[in-house]
């Protein structure tokens, strides 16, 4: 079972640059989830979907866009890309239960390492 | 809005010491509560939750008791091992996540 596939694993950009993360699940999950996790800040909610067609926004997600044209996949796009976007980006992924909470655990990729210069 | 507070760390122990992590949360409504794990170089991966006050997680050794008193779910575990050696998480939360800052433990032989 592939899980939750994030590619690319390492990405060095230039200030201005833009670029897509991909996530791919093979899980028929529902709800999918972008976080970026900074030294002594934990994780952080970027953009999340509970399904096809849906985004919403989480806490920090200015500088993001999403979409979820299918279930499968939720890439994250950055724009244009600054420094403060150093990061490293995790994508995860869950079913829904059916008060519509999410199901007992999520699914993690194994992040991408994203340096912005 | 929902918030994790966890213990500060790094945490260093040696093999077979107890261990307690904290964890306080502050939220509206009745959030389930986890503990995940991340061993370097990887993503974060669940190790125990809790669904409603007084429910008891557990697994691989590690304990913790969704408290509604204290708003609290520390982690426990009797006797770690090197293997332990990660950094841990709290969460809440339903639809969304709300993870705490993470707290670094280093087991040594």
């Known amino acids: 079972n592939a899980g939750v596939t994030q590619t690319p694993k390492f990405q060095v950009l230039k200030t201005g640059q833009s670029m897509t993360l991909q996530c791919a699940q093979d899980?028929?999950?529902?709800?999918m989830s972008w976080y970026r996790q900074d030294p002594g800040m934990g994780l952080r909610l970027i953009h999340y979907s509970v399904g096809a067609g849906i985004t919403d926004q989480g806490e920090v997600p200015n500088g993001y866009n999403v979409s979820r044209s299918t279930t499968e996949d939720f890439p994250l796009r950055l724009l244009s890309a600054a420094p403060s976007q150093t990061s490293v980006y995790f994508c995860?992924?869950?079913?829904?239960?059916?008060?519509?909470?999410?199901?007992?655990?999520?699914?993690f990729g194994s992040g991408t390492q994203l340096s912005v210069l | 809005g929902d918030s994790v507070t966890q213990m500060e760390g790094p945490v260093t122990l040696s093999e077979e010491a107890f261990l307690t992590i904290n964890c306080t949360y502050t939220a509206t409504g009745y959030p389930s509560l986890f503990w995940y794990v991340q061993y370097p170089g990887e993503g974060l991966q669940l190790l125990l939750k809790a669904t409603k006050a007084d429910d008891k997680g557990s697994n691989k050794g590690f304990e913790a008791t969704y408290r509604k008193e204290t708003t609290s779910f520390h982690l426990e575990k009797g006797s770690v091992q090197v293997s332990d050696s990660a950094v841990y998480f709290c969460a809440l939360g339903n639809e969304k996540l709300t993870f705490g800052t993470g707290t670094r433990l280093t087991i040594i032989p």
């Open positions: 995860a992924s869950s079913r829904r239960d059916p008060t519509g909470g999410i199901d007992e655990k999520l699914f």
């Open positions: 899980m028929n999950h529902e709800y």
